[in-house]
């Protein structure tokens, strides 16, 4: 009694709209109906409501994690760095900042090292990390929609979220925004279940694996302290805070001051600019995943318009009467408040990512949440006008909150009808070309032959023709498809023709994993020759060079005019300290350079 008590408190703290928002709603959501018919039949009923409630969901997580099946091969990524470095803090004690480059904030790896102190290290194990983090917050994503927006509108959102094709592709490598994400979700969910301190703790978490959380952690602030009060603010900023010192603190005292910084921060100022213009990445992010993109300009152009329309309807406009008018609107059901907050984070993301010069197209993951959550909000809004419309209960303001939602929508889909194919012509679009485009089908590992000819059958072209937009299901069976199955190969040959005690230097996309699979070490854990380092000066070449070249270094593997090998100073000193002794093909075009320390007479 007292915790409901404590809660109704918190819910009546200042007189913002985050803290009325949760008083007595016109109508319930449009999922208590049904609830209330099923508490009727006793015992089946709760039985009938858990399989109501759980089914879809599992049915959507099962599938989704059907697909990832086909991704658990080796591939050439940054994720191979982070498999090795966390491999050699579980091996031999290396602690990054000090014993290696390490530009990412500390949790990162740390979930990696954990996993294979618990595991032992194999690509297909390593590789689960990511999609069981999407999996997390797929979760708690639905949860967090459940409460606000109904059983419908939170299945629905949830699909949108976890089939959008950028957020399939993600989470088939370890890469930080897994991670990252896996924290903010649970973050978001936490402070709409008023557990301050832990939603700051969470976001604080999802910081400590991603920097370019902190945004998402200042709104979270700012909600809580326009709506909570003082009490609650505090105990956010608590649960902000004492994580991310604790861990900066330690991370400062094991690795040095200066490098813990330098590596997280500095590097990332200096390093010269790569990605691409923000502009172009949001264009690419609404052509790649349409659906999640009119979700987001459904929902968001809905709530911006009811505002405008509040704004201009008023004869006698004053600041105060405006946020009334707004408060009482949002008042009228509890899924409104949260539509503001989900706009409001895509927003300030987006002015975010607009004031970067060069932004990745994988950044748009930490709003991908938010952008599904405004489709929960507008499906929801739908629901609610036909029930006033049902109970014949539809003043002018009702009726013209309709005609906006209704064209919004109508507006919202032509646009992006009348727009995909310009994008596809002009903009850089992973699954569209000039000219057909061939892919050859893998069968998933673990998989019987039934069920891996039903997904192709369901799920699967040969060709890719220009001009047609293709499922995202689809677009990532063919992504799966550039895996390097020739790392075991490489793997093999440098096994046999070294010693435990020899050591390796190449390629950061695939080195790792090649040294992983023939037990052998990178020298000095030098994981990390992403050239970005080079370019920027944080690291020098020549440096490098003398500080590795060693007799212990037996094999240099490079990638053919790839990566660090762009760089004159190292194809210059692989020509005079190494002979070139192998090469191997890759499937797509790559190819392997394995170069032999020369012997010490020559």
């Known amino acids: 009694m007292a915790r409901s008590h404590k809660k109704s408190k918190q819910t009546e703290e200042g007189m913002s709209l985050s803290a009325t928002v949760f008083k007595e709603p016109v109508l319930p959501l449009s999922s208590t109906i049904l609830d ?8 089946w009923g709760k039985v009938l409501t858990a399989l109501i409630e759980w089914l879809p969901v599992i049915a959507v997580l099962f599938f989704y994690a059907l697909l990832k099946f086909y ?163 505090w105990r956010y900023l608590a649960g902000l805070a004492i994580p991310y010192s604790l861990v900066t603190i330690t991370g400062m005292i094991l690795a040095g001051p200066a490098n813990y910084l330098n590596m997280q921060f500095r590097y990332h100022v200096i390093k010269p600019e790569q990605g691409g213009e923000s502009w172009k990445r949001f264009l690419e992010i609404n052509y790649d995943n349409n659906l999640l993109a009119l979700a987001m300009w459904a929902g968001g152009l809905f709530i911006i318009a009811t505002i405008l329309y509040r704004l201009f309807s008023q004869s006698h406009f004053t600041a105060s ?52 959550w405004l489709g929960a909000f507008i499906i929801e809004e739908f629901i609610y006008q036909l029930r006033l419309w049902r109970l014949n209960s539809t003043p002018s303001p009702v009726r013209t909150s309709r005609m906006i939602t209704a064209g919004v929508i109508i507006i919202a889909i032509f646009s992006a009808y009348c727009l995909r194919d310009t994008y596809g012509d002009n903009f850089r679009v992973r699954h569209a070309s000039k000219r057909p485009q061939r892919y050859t089908w893998y069968n998933a590992p673990y998989y019987s032959q039934s069920l891996n000819n039903f997904m ?52 950061s996309t695939s080195l790792p994993l ?73 499937r797509y075009g790559g190819t392997f350079m394995i170069y032999r320390r020369r012997p010490a007479a020559q």
């Open 36 to 43: 209330e018919k099923l508490a009727q039949l006793g015992i």
């Open 71 to 233: 991704g658990m091969r080796a591939a050439s990524s940054d994720e191979n760095i982070y498999f090795y470095m966390g491999w050699a803090m579980v091996d031999h004690g290396a602690i990054p900042y000090r014993d290696y480059f390490f530009a990412h904030p500390p949790l990162h790896v740390l979930i990696m090292a954990a996993w294979i102190a618990l595991f032992g290290f194999q690509v297909e194990t390593a590789k689960m990390v990511p999609w069981i983090a999407f999996v997390i917050s797929a979760l708690f994503f639905h949860r967090l929609l459940r409460t606000g927006h109904g059983r419908i509108a939170s299945i629905i959102g949830m699909i949108l979220y976890v089939f959008a094709y950028d957020a399939l592709r993600a989470s088939a490598h370890f890469t930080g925004i897994n991670c990252t994400i896996m924290f903010l979700v649970p973050g978001m969910w936490a402070i709409w279940k008023y557990k301050n301190a832990l939603g700051g703790a969470l976001l604080s978490l999802g910081a400590l694996c991603g920097t370019y959380l902190m945004p998402a952690g200042g709104l979270g602030l700012l909600w809580v302290a326009l709506g909570r009060g003082k009490k609650a603010t």
């Open 321 to 372: 009467s405006f946020i009334g008018s707004i408060r009482e609107w949002a008042k009228a059901s509890p899924h409104r408040v949260r539509g503001i907050y989900a706009l409001a984070m895509v927003l300030m993301y987006l002015t975010f990512y607009f004031n970067l010069k060069r932004v990745f197209p994988f950044y748009y993951l930490l709003v991908f949440s938010s952008m599904a």
């Open 456 to 507: 192709r059958k369901v799920a699967w072209y040969d060709i890719a023709e220009p001009g047609i937009t293709y499922n995202p299901v689809t677009r990532l069976l063919w992504h799966e498809t550039f895996f390097i199955d020739e790392v075991y190969d490489v793997a093999r040959y440098i096994k046999e023709r070294t010693k435990p005690e020899d050591r390796l230097f190449g390629d």
């Open 514 to 586: 090649i040294a992983l699979l023939a037990e052998r070490r990178i020298i000095d854990d030098f994981g990390d020759t992403n050239i970005m380092r080079f370019k920027s000066n944080v690291t020098s070449a020549r440096d490098t060079i003398k500080q590795i070249d060693r007799p212990e270094l037996v094999y240099l593997v490079p990638r053919h005019q790839t990566g660090f090998f762009r760089v004159n100073d190292f194809v210059n000193w692989a020509k005079e300290k190494f002979i070139l002794e192998k090469q191997v093909k890759e």
